[in-house]
């Protein structure tokens, strides 16, 4: 299935490491987007952010994910009243309320843009949309330092830190409310970064020619 021999458990057709991938990641041959992979489209982002502060992009933006967050309050009371509701549907309000509460807007709007700019610019770097969904939602929560524990490793000498993981539905939903908020402007954001490095490459050759058929 994925050119993986190992023995699969009983249940399933995956091996523990396939298997693991698949729930943590959401594809069984993704892997995870670290913070540091990431950094270079954050930095796409803010720069981008920098030149154009009085934009309504960013407070138009702002304004969807605080109804994002104000739908996930109203869904914890409605659960804390005693309505039956999905358990994904609550955990998944719980996440967004607690990156809202813990962590400033600028930095979670520029991780997910960035995730979008990343997909735009290297798509085979994730599996398939649930792939993406696992590493928007992965890289999201990492901006709060509620969701990590911290243990010590022996073998380094150092602390670190792990997050813990969200059931995989929960994962697949998170990201699925951060792509109705971000998804749009990031893929916008995405393509006018295309057009401008292709702008620069033909002033390139056009200067190169230029000088090339000069006498
Ligand atoms: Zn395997």
Known sequence: MNGCHKPTTRWGTLCSTHRNRQRRHGHSNQTGVTKTELKPYIEIVRRRKARNQDSPLWTTLQTRWEQLIENARLVLKDHLNGKAMSRHL????????????????????????????????????????????????????????????????????????????????????????????????????????????NAKQAEKLTIINAIQEMQ
């Not at 150092?158 to 539905?169: E, G």
């Open 90 to 197: 609550v955990m998944t309000s719980r996440e967004l309320v607690n990156i809202h509460e813990t962590v400033e807007f600028g930095d979670i709007s520029c991780t997910a843009l960035a995730m979008f700019i990343l997909q735009t610019q290297h798509p085979m770097r994730f599996r398939d949309q649930n792939g993406f969904l696992h590493q928007l939602t992965r890289r999201l929560r990492g901006l709060s330092d509620v969701n990590a524990g911290t243990w010590f490793d022996h073998s380094t000498g150092k602390v670190k830190r792990v997050y813990r993981d969200l059931p995989a539905r929960t994962s697949q939903q998170f990201g699925q409310s951060a792509i109705e908020v971000f998804a749009l402007a990031g893929a916008v954001l995405a393509k006018k970064e295309i057009e401008e490095a």
